[in-house]
């Protein structure tokens, strides 16, 4: 186990909702922090605090091109994760998970760092088998709108397991379930931020399909808990859900939303978009075990903060 404090993280996608976090985190545990971005879907905002932090350094760079830096540790976070911003150039989505992550992994190889890298429960696409164990090989269309995301990050578990077997990376795989909280984009397009601002807006909030598709929320504080646990509390290499196991359908999400904000706004329905998963629930026996791992922030407590983020950034 390797003990936080006075060491150098290069945390990929850190000006993004889940890397800024990461950055604070790092940051308050003493590490001196590298922010890499190439503001994709990232925000200044969500590290202006961190500007003139003396261990805190920002380097606007593409992942899909060689980085070196002297680093104990990589946090491989960079790639749009909505799916409105994955599909809107599905080619660089595809590079960005191959190339950025071999990137990422020849420097781990080169200067001994262990790297953390982010992959997804869409790694299982529209699955058969609920909740989702680790070890289920997942249910995924090859060549569908969201292939480019699915695929790139199936591909990118497979370099860091290669790259562990061959040149005895210290790589490590979390399989991260929809996650949502405060330094969302008010564009984003997920779920849970697309209902908020909704219902803050008074707009109608826009279902797609009939809303019977299940998903399971995680509070972002959970999820960071989740992340350090497996970089540094074990010797578990992954790949490993973290998430929450309360799982919802689409329409209790927005009624939840609808309730929390008080809002005017109608609920329509639009079209279910393609390939999208009927199911989704982490199976958390492994994270439970390895990393003693448990989710603590309900979703009712975990909107009503997030409600409070996007009251201020929409100045509400
Ligand atoms: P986000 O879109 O807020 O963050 C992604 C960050 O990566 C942004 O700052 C973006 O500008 C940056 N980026 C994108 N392409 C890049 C490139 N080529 N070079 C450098 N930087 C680039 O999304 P997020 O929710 O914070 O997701 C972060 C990571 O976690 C992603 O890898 C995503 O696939 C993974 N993940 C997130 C969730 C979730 O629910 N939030 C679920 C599963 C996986
Ligand atoms: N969704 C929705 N309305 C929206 C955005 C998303 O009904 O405005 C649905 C989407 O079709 C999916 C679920 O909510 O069934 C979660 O979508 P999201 O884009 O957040 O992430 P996914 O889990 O699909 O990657």
Known sequence: ?????????????????????????????????????????????????????????????????????????????????????????????LKTSLLGTMNM???????????????????????????QPESYWGNV??????????????????????????????????????????RMAVNDGRV?????????????IT??????????FCFASDLIDGIIALTHQSDTQGPINIGNDGEFTVKELAEKVVSITRSSSKIVYKPLPEDDPKVRRPNLEQARKFLGYEPKVRLEEGLIKTVDYFKSELAL
């Open 1 to 93: 186990m390797q003990a936080i404090g006075q060491k150098r993280v290069l945390i990929t996608g850190g000006a993004g909702f889940l890397g800024s976090h990461l950055c604070d985190r790092y940051i308050e545990d003493g590490w001196d922090v590298i922010c890499m971005d190439n503001f994709h879907t990232g925000s200044k905002n969500n590290i202006q605090h961190l500007r003139d932090h003396p261990r805190f350094e920002l380097v606007r760079h593409d992942i899909t091109e060689p980085f070196m830096a002297e680093v104990d540790l990589i946090l491989n976070f960079a790639c749009p994760a909505s799916p409105v911003h994955y599909q809107s150039n599905p080619i660089k989505t």
């Open 105 to 131: 992994l020849g420097l781990a190889k080169r200067v001994g760092a262990r790297i953390t890298h982010a992959s997804t429960s869409e790694v299982y696409g529209d699955p058969q088998v609920h909740p």
């Open 141 to 182: 269309n090859p060549i569908g709108p969201r292939s480019c995301y699915d695929e790139g990050k199936r591909a990118a578990e497979t370099l860091c397991f290669d790259y562990h077997r061959v040149h005895d990376v210290e790589s490590r795989v979390v399989r991260i379930f929809n996650t949502y909280g405060p």
């Open 192 to 204: 849970v931020s697309n209902f908020i601002v909704q219902a803050l807006r008074g707009d109608d």
């Open 207 to 216: 279902i797609y399909g009939d809303g019977s598709q299940t998903r399971s």
